[in-house]
């Protein structure tokens, strides 16, 4: 009598890397959803590091720092620099009050993994970015840096 083969369960893909991916986890990725208050974008001083306001809103404050590293903090703790900075800590300054100045709904330019700049709509803001819908209607959780407006009716 002939025995049968063993049956081996497999894991599918999404077992092996963990995870599907979800909205929720984007917005999770991204610091959860928010719309920052008038602060973003002030260059400061945080302890001996100088940083820029990414999100502030009911007293909290997140400040990125050399490295790309976020500390969340209170206002008593940042103190205005009015100092000269590197050109990178301007560069970021800039970037941050340019997705400030974003609201949901805007048509923007994001920078995706992979090919040239694209169109999309700013679907939800996050601290530290945003969820996109693409042409295509997928959507994407893209990075503040990634993200410009969309002036008049030009193409990215």
């Known amino acids: 009598m ?12 999404e077992e092996l890397l963990g995870d599907k991916p979800t909205l929720a986890g984007a917005r999770n990725r991204l610091g959860g959803l928010g719309a920052t208050g008038p602060g973003a974008g002030r260059v400061v001083t945080i302890g001996a590091s100088v940083g820029v306001v990414l ?11 050399e490295g790309g590293i976020v500390r969340r903090t209170v206002a008593s703790k940042c103190v205005h620099h009015a ?6 800590v301007r560069a970021l300054a800039d970037d941050v009050r340019v997705f400030a100045s974003l609201r949901e709904g805007d ?11 694209a169109r999309g709509k700013l679907l939800e803001k996050c601290r530290y970015g945003a969820l996109v819908g693409t042409e295509d209607g997928r959507v994407l959780a893209v990075g503040f840096r990634k993200l410009t407006p969309v002036a008049g009716g ?3």
Do not use: T
Not at 2 to 13: D, Q
């Open 83 to 88: 100092g000269d900075v590197v050109p990178a």
């Open 2 to 13: 002939m025995s049968m083969p063993r049956r081996i369960a497999l894991p599918v893909v």
């Open 55 to 65: 999100f502030e809103a009911d007293g909290e404050i997140d400040v990125v720092i």
């Open 107 to 117: 048509d923007v330019c994001y920078e995706p993994p992979r090919g040239a700049p």
């Open 154 to 156: 030009a193409r990215c």
